[in-house]
């Protein structure tokens, strides 16, 4: 058992929570808090793991967003102009009406990568940046 539990309230959207409340039941959580929990715990070593992470690495960075969003496109192509050192290839996949998917899949060292990573997710109109490296080079 955690010592020195705290108390926080956290307002979410009804179709997310919904979402969470059924992965919840599937899994077999005996509760959000339980769930939440569980969710921080692996938030933290991904993000642990990333800062721990150096060297020359191979991997992809998933990213979606939202194309409706004023300047959102215009400055992911930027984005990867500015980080050609690293970047192979891309592919771009219509999700919906309104939501894309960038693929792009990097060779370089783990620093730029992080970096490129970093700028992704402070664009105005992407929801979701993930890296997943492949292999150590």
Known sequence: MEENITRIGVSLPKNLLDEFDLIIKTRGYSSR???????????????????????????????IYDHTVKGVSDAIIDLQHEFLNIII??????????????????KGEMKDVKNLVDKAMAVKGVMNVKLVTAIKG
Request: hydrophobic letters at 45%; glycine letters at 4%.
């Open 89 to 106: 290839t891309t592919m771009h996949i219509h999700l919906s009406k309104d939501y894309c998917l960038e693929i792009i899949l990097v």
């Open 33 to 63: 808090s339980e769930a939440i929990r569980d969710a921080i715990r692996n938030y933290i070593m991904e993000y642990k793991w990333l800062e721990k992470e150096e060297g020359e690495i191979v991997g992809v960075v998933y990213m």
